[in-house]
């Protein structure tokens, strides 16, 4: 099983990004999906999970309304769409493959996200 | 959806037991039997050690152990050694597809 996360970067407070993960050893379109991420210093914080065909997606309330999680199972791809950021946005974002109920068992290595002037 | 709550911080000296707690409220670790644990190494991918409060996964030694009690669910670290010093974090079912973090604890192995 390989997570590989990318399209982290420097961006402006109000700004937008586009993270990515490609999946690979394992039945994609068969999983559920999270991204989970960790600010400087922090711990980890679940931000968004989503179904094996796209149809069910939930959001920690920081982020609904600016964030959309999205798959495509034909490239093995997760996405996170992130608007409006913020500062306190700032964090490294990982993809995670759930296992069994509430229980993640593979990690990407993260992509960092920086949002300041 | 706050964060659950954990001790910054544990320690033990090799083979000695540590427990660390996880409280969180009815709407999640108390209302639900989906907890799980995760060790985590500097600069490595959280590894699940607990799932479901008390199961362990394939590969995990059986030092390791999980249980709940009302709100607070606790890791239970017997025999330490060297190699358990980590971070570890607790997580939650918290319904509506929804789950939550603790904010991790370091154990150190004295």
């Known amino acids: 099983v390989q997570l590989v996360e990318s399209g982290g970067s420097l961006v402006q407070p109000g700004g937008s990004l586009r993270l990515s993960c490609t999946a690979s050893?394992?039945?994609?379109?068969?999983?559920?999906m999270t991204w989970v991420r960790q600010a400087p210093g922090k711990g980890l914080e679940w931000v968004t999970t989503?179904?094996?065909?796209?149809?069910?997606?939930s959001y920690v309330d920081s982020v609904k309304g600016r964030f959309t999680i999205s798959r495509d199972n034909a490239k093995n791809s997760l996405y996170l769409q992130m608007n409006s950021l913020r500062a306190e946005d700032t964090a490294e974002y990982y993809c995670?493959?759930?296992?069994?109920?509430?229980?993640?068992?593979?990690w990407g290595q993260g992509t960092l996200v920086t949002v300041s002037t | 959806q706050s964060a659950l709550t954990q001790p910054p911080s544990a320690s033990g000296s090799p083979g000695q037991s540590v427990t660390i707690s996880c409280t969180g409220t009815?709407?999640?670790?108390?209302?639900?039997?989906?907890v799980s644990w995760y060790q985590r190494h500097p600069g490595k991918a959280p590894k699940v050690m607990i799932y479901e409060v008390n199961k362990r996964p394939s590969g995990v030694p059986d030092r390791f152990s999980g249980s709940k009690s009302g709100n607070t669910a606790s890791l239970t670290v017997s025999g330490l050694q060297a190699e358990d010093e980590a971070d570890y974090y607790c997580s939650s079912y918290a319904g509506s597809n929804k789950d939550v973090f603790g904010g991790g604890t370091k154990l150190t192995v004295l």
């Open positions: 995670a493959k759930v296992w069994t109920f509430s229980t993640w068992d593979s």
């Open positions: 989503i179904n094996p065909d796209g149809s069910e997606k």
């Open positions: 009815s709407s999640d670790v108390g209302g639900y039997n989906y």
């Open positions: 050893g394992f039945m994609f379109s068969n999983s559920w």
